[in-house]
């Protein structure tokens, strides 16, 4: 068994269309949106959380508006492999996530997305654009991007 597999939550399958991305956090879970023919992602937007519970309706809303045919969610690991305490909530998210949209909800490690979202947030506008609810959207584009070039057939 490889590593990713022990953090998908539903077996892979091929998918084509939008695909959300989710960087957890217990106070922030940041949202991306990427498609299956571009393999590409971007920012969408920031949910604020309450020890790791969004606001369900929202999450609801985006699922409705865009209409994705799978979901992804950022298992966050140490950088040697092991869990941290974000781990487990995390993976208590993504399945939280399945039983409230029903759709198929991929996990996939992620590590340091957001030092590397801030990182290039700052080289592109400086410390000025340096806003907490962007970085999380972005990380969430980086992870989500990521899993897609892993994921999905040229």
Same mark, same amino acid.
């Given at each position: 068994m490889s590593t990713s597999d022990i953090w998908e939550i539903d077996a892979y399958q091929p998918i084509e269309g939008y695909v959300l991305g989710f960087d957890f956090g217990t106070?922030?879970?940041?949202?991306?949106?990427? #498609?299956?023919?571009?393999?590409?992602? $971007? =920012?969408?937007t920031t949910l604020a959380a309450t020890k790791g519970v969004p606001d369900w309706a929202l999450v609801k809303q985006l699922v409705q508006t865009w209409q994705p045919k799978a979901l992804v969610v950022g298992? =966050?690991? $140490?950088?040697?492999?092991t869990e941290q305490k974000l781990t487990n909530l995390a993976r208590r998210f !993504?399945?939280?996530?399945?039983?409230e949209t029903q759709l198929h909800v991929f996990g996939t490690e992620e590590r340091l997305t957001t030092v590397a979202?801030?990182?290039?947030?700052?080289?592109?506008?400086?410390y000025r654009g340096l806003?907490?609810? #962007?970085?999380?959207?972005?990380?969430? !584009?980086?992870?989500?991007?990521?899993?897609l070039q892993q994921h999905i057939a040229e």
């Open positions: 106070k922030r879970i940041g949202v991306a949106i990427g #498609q299956t023919l571009t393999r590409t992602a $971007n =920012p969408l298992i =966050p690991l $140490n950088m040697d492999g !993504a399945h939280a996530l399945k039983h979202a801030r990182a290039a947030i700052f080289e592109a506008h400086g806003q907490e609810s #962007q970085i999380d959207a972005y990380a969430a !584009a980086l992870l989500l991007s990521e899993w």
